[in-house]
Nanobody, 117 residues
Framework: QGHLVESGGGLVQAGGSLRLTCAAS???????MGWFRHAPGKQRELVAS???????NYADSVKGRFTISRDNGKKTVYLQMNSLKPEDTAVYYC????????????WGQGTQVTVSS
C-alpha cells in the first residue's frame, strides 16, 4: 500500500508561476511518473511525464511552459509551471503512468491550481 501527496497549488494571476510537489510513499515510485490535471467539465489529462532515467514528455498545451523533474532518492516529483494561463486552472494530481498513459495507482487528493485573468 502506498500514497501520493500533492502540494504547492494556489491562486495566481495569468503569467505567474507555481511549483508543485508530489511525495510518494510505500512501494509507489517506479519507471515513469507523471502529472495529470482535471479541469471542471473535462476529462483527466496527462500533462507531463518523466522516466526514471530523466526522459520527459509534455502535452502540447503546456510544452515550453511546464517542466517536470524528479528526485529518486527522495521519491519526489516536481512540476514547475511558468507563464500560467486561465485554461491551466484544474486540480493537479501525480501518479505512475501506466502503459496506456493512464494513472497506475490510487489517486491522491490533488492540489488546486487557479489562474485568474
Amino acid at each position: 500500500q502506498g500514497h501520493l501527496v500533492e502540494s504547492g497549488g494556489g491562486l495566481v494571476q495569468a503569467g505567474g508561476s507555481l511549483r508543485l510537489t508530489c511525495a510518494a510513499s510505500g512501494s509507489i515510485f517506479s519507471n515513469t511518473m507523471g502529472w495529470f490535471r482535471h479541469a471542471p467539465g473535462k476529462q483527466r489529462e496527462l500533462v507531463a511525464s518523466i522516466t526514471s532515467g530523466g526522459n520527459t514528455n509534455y502535452a502540447d498545451s503546456v510544452k515550453g511552459r511546464f517542466t517536470i523533474s524528479r528526485d529518486n532518492g527522495k521519491k519526489t516529483v516536481y512540476l514547475q509551471m511558468n507563464s500560467l494561463k486561465p485554461e491551466d486552472t484544474a486540480v493537479y494530481y501525480c501518479n505512475a503512468v501506466g502503459p496506456t498513459g493512464s494513472g497506475y495507482y490510487y489517486w491522491g487528493q490533488g492540489t488546486q491550481v487557479t489562474v485568474s485573468s
